[in-house]
């Protein structure tokens, strides 16, 4: 069986199971084998019943002595077996409504039984015959795997099995034998196995590692393999222009060094003959914009049109306004593009971006449409967007003569160490530096007894001429989550609490122009509270508005948090955050516990990464380059690290072109990801 064979393929998976595994994003044998536990139950070792603890689920060997069967008061049976194990210590198996099993049992017969000890006795366990032909099965440690509605554990663990006996192993890319002898790993087919049914805890750590490296390192390659495949493209040499120094003297503000510094790389990169591909991430605040539309000034001093992409209509709208706003003094012809432009005024745009009449084109996902054919496209601008794609950046340069310069902006701040694996494929510039005045967010965890508090302190601050954000994670009442909705609070506060003041909603199921009207008369201070989802959470700068609530704080995580508290703090009045959480687990006091200690994106970035794993920042790559399962940038940096030198060492054999295994290895990972792409 190869793996890149349907799941279709495996006996016993029909339509109905593929279909349930295709919900669980398993198409192929591949990624079957790539769907790995969550965790195991190990039954494999045995303990006396003077050793269980309430907490925790054992193996126990013991013989019954006595069975009951009998009717509760609300006639449900209840069966009981007394039992004793070698230890000699008595107890007690029972079992609720569970007639079936009556037989199952004999006196003076010995049986293994797993489950919880508590009080005398185990309920409801897993149990075997000690001389029955399954014994092995049973005590083994045994895989729990992530699962969807449809699916049971049994199904998958045994379609899971039945492929592993099956696929051609030799199919997989393995790790070349000199990183597997250097690290001293065990052979991928080895790995894969008893990462699903590993033969004792031991081996299992070191499956484990064998995967956790693999991953690392299939990464690093995919996206080296980008970034050389971006840097061998053609791009357009752009020339430096002294306007540009002119603008930023009739700024209304000084740039901050690491602005100039940026702006420099950027620069630096534009007229460099080779295609631009890089990154420019910086904190909530940190003065991104104002830098990517100086780029967009020397894009058009240099004769060739310029995009920005912004991820909400609000965000394209709010650029748009911006821009405009900057060089209002200046020659320059932009457009706002957006799917609540009107036809007639969008095929003026489309004439006019093909004609070569429009300089500037700011919008949505619009700007990739069929329709949006540049005359001259020299950059691309992507606001938020992460990860801008090959195929978006092949669309956007078609009818072009060479390809667009692509800078994209990114408040979420990495590590650079971790930014490293992250964007591989980007060239990374940092804004490490807050502009001067800006005051740090004061942050605050209120509980349900202190919201009045917190409600006389709101007035007070609107009666100061202030303005505020409440965000609520439901646009409307849900019957199967206790958590606060829009349209629910946006009764009561402009009803009740905030009856003497202008409070207005908006969300994302609210028409554009409705959106658009509401955050205008925000703006102009018509509105001192707006009642929102997480719709304002990128990109709205409204200077006066100073305090912030987030109901149901514990609903999201730490750098959506800090991104939707950096929509305050952005004048010069002292701003606040008030986070309301009712009920606390573990990881959500983490998260309020950081937000409340540090207004630093980078820090809680790192944090969020401890907290949440990669997965979700990997998880907006494009199509072909892997992504994390079992590793963790943060728990196993140490071997992050190992791969990261490797690497370094494997790319010098490569290019010296001596060693065929590892010639073939980035040959073979390449057509995984590129359909043939070479090294160069």
């Given at each position: 069986m190869n793996p890149s064979d349907s799941?279709?393929?495996?006996?016993?998976?029909?339509?109905?199971?593929?279909?349930?595994?295709?919900?669980?994003?398993?198409?192929?044998?591949?990624?079957?084998?790539?769907?790995?536990?969550?965790?195991?139950?190990?039954?494999?070792?045995?303990?006396?019943?003077?050793?269980?603890?309430?907490?925790?689920?054992?193996?126990?060997?013991?013989?019954?002595?006595?069975?009951?069967?009998?009717?509760?008061?609300?006639?449900?049976?209840?069966?009981?077996?007394?039992?004793?194990?070698?230890?000699?210590?008595?107890?007690?198996?029972?079992?609720?409504?569970?007639?079936?099993?009556?037989?199952?049992?004999?006196?003076?017969?010995?049986?293994?039984?797993?489950?919880?000890?508590?009080?005398?006795?185990?309920v409801h366990p897993e149990f075997i015959h000690v001389h029955s032909k399954n014994i092995d099965k049973f005590m083994r440690i045994t895989p729990v795997y992530p699962l969807t509605e449809g699916l049971k554990q049994w199904q998958i663990r045994k379609i899971i099995e039945t492929t592993l006996g099956l696929v051609d192993f030799s199919k997989l890319t393995a790790l070349p034998k000199?990183?597997?002898?250097?690290?001293?790993?065990?052979?991928?087919?080895?790995?894969?196995?008893?990462?699903?049914?590993?033969?004792?805890?031991?081996?299992?750590?070191?499956?484990?590692?064998?995967?956790i490296y693999k991953e690392f390192f299939d990464l690093q390659l995919g996206m080296i393999l980008l970034k050389n495949n971006f840097d061998a493209e053609e791009g357009i040499a752009f020339k430096r222009h002294e306007l540009i120094?002119?603008?930023?003297?009739?700024?209304?503000?000084?740039?901050?060094?690491?602005?100039?510094?940026?702006?420099?790389?950027?620069?630096?990169?534009?007229?460099?003959?080779?295609?631009?591909?890089?990154?420019?991430?910086?904190?909530?605040?940190?003065?991104?914009?104002?830098?990517?539309?100086?780029?967009?000034?020397?894009?058009?001093?240099?004769?060739?049109?310029?995009?920005?992409?912004?991820?909400?209509?609000?965000?394209?709208?709010?650029?748009?306004?911006?821009?405009?706003?900057?060089?209002?003094?200046?020659?320059?012809?932009?457009?706002?593009?957006?799917?609540?432009?009107?036809?007639?005024?969008?095929?003026?745009?489309?004439?006019?971006i093909k004609s070569g009449e429009l300089d500037i084109l700011i919008g949505t996902h619009a700007l990739i449409q069929d329709q949006v054919k540049f005359n001259r496209l020299g950059l691309v601008i992507t606001d938020e967007q992460h990860r801008f794609g090959v195929k978006q950046r092949q669309k956007l340069a078609e009818n072009n003569e060479t390809l667009p310069d692509i800078l994209v902006m990114s408040a979420t701040p990495i590590p650079r160490t971790l930014s490293m694996v992250l964007y591989g494929d980007l060239s990374i510039s940092t804004l490490d530096e807050m502009p001067k005045g800006r005051k740090e967010i004061s942050t605050h965890f209120v509980k349900k007894n202190k919201k009045l508090e917190m409600y006389d302190f709101i007035k007070k601050q609107i009666a100061k001429g202030r303005q505020g954000y409440f965000v609520c994670p439901l646009v409307e009442i849900s019957e199967h989550l206790d958590l606060v909705s829009v349209e629910e609070h946006y009764k009561e506060l402009d009803e009740n609490i905030f009856k003497d003041f202008n409070v207005a909603m908006i969300?994302?199921?609210?028409?554009?122009?409705?959106?658009?009207?509401?955050?205008?008369?925000?703006?102009?201070?018509?509105?001192?509270?707006?009642?929102?989802?997480?719709?304002?959470?990128?990109?709205?700068?409204?200077?006066?508005?100073?305090?912030?609530?987030?109901?149901?704080?514990?609903?999201?995580?730490?750098?959506?948090?800090?991104?939707?508290?950096?929509?305050?703090?952005?004048?010069s009045h002292q701003s606040y955050c008030f986070l309301l959480a009712d009920r606390l687990g573990n990881i959500a006091k983490e998260r309020i516990k950081i937000m409340v200690q540090s207004n630093d994106g980078f820090i809680i970035s790192k944090?969020?990464?401890?907290?949440?794993?990669?997965?979700?920042?990997?998880?907006?790559?494009?199509?072909?380059?892997?992504?994390?399962?079992?590793?963790?940038?943060?728990?196993h940096n140490d071997i992050l690290n190992k791969t990261q030198r490797d690497m370094k060492d494997l790319l010098l054999k490569y290019k010296l072109g001596e060693d065929k295994e590892i010639i073939n290895f980035v040959n073979s990972k390449s057509k995984e990801i590129f359909n043939g792409y070479k090294l160069s």
């Open positions: 799941v279709k393929k495996i006996k016993g998976v029909g339509k109905v199971k593929s279909s349930y595994l295709s919900a669980l994003n398993i198409y192929t044998i591949k990624d079957l084998l790539e769907h790995y536990p969550i965790r195991y139950i190990d039954k494999s070792k045995l303990s006396s019943i003077s050793e269980m603890t309430s907490d925790e689920s054992f193996t126990v060997k013991a013989k019954v002595i006595g069975i009951t069967n009998r009717k509760s008061y609300s006639r449900k049976s209840i069966l009981t077996l007394k039992v004793v194990d070698v230890d000699e210590n008595y107890f007690e198996v029972m079992f609720f409504n569970q007639n079936r099993l009556v037989n199952r049992f004999q006196p003076d017969e010995v049986y293994y039984f797993y489950g919880k000890y508590d009080q005398g006795k185990i000199e990183i597997t002898q250097k690290n001293k790993l065990c052979p991928l087919e080895y790995a894969i196995k008893n990462i699903h049914f590993p033969e004792s805890l031991s081996i299992y750590k070191i499956a484990k590692y064998h995967l120094n002119e603008f930023i003297k009739k700024l209304p503000f000084n740039l901050t060094s690491a602005q100039g510094r940026v702006l420099e790389e950027i620069i630096g990169d534009m007229i460099d003959t080779k295609v631009m591909n890089r990154i420019l991430q910086g904190d909530v605040g940190s003065g991104k914009t104002i830098v990517g539309f100086i780029v967009l000034y020397l894009t058009v001093l240099n004769g060739y049109q310029g995009a920005m992409m912004a991820p909400t209509e609000i965000l394209a709208n709010q650029h748009y306004e911006s821009f405009t706003n900057y060089f209002k003094d200046y020659n320059l012809k932009v457009a706002c593009l957006t799917s609540s432009v009107k036809n007639k005024d969008k095929e003026q745009i489309y004439k006019k969300h994302g199921q609210m028409k554009n122009n409705e959106k658009d009207q509401i955050m205008f008369d925000f703006k102009s201070r018509r509105i001192d509270i707006l009642i929102s989802t997480t719709v304002i959470e990128v990109g709205i700068d409204v200077p006066n508005a100073n305090f912030m609530v987030i109901e149901n704080s514990e609903r999201f995580g730490l750098s959506q948090l800090h991104q939707l508290r950096g929509r305050v703090g952005r004048g944090k969020d990464l401890e907290l949440r794993g990669p997965g979700e920042i990997l998880g907006i790559r494009q199509s072909g380059i892997p992504t994390f399962k079992l590793a963790n940038m943060i728990k």
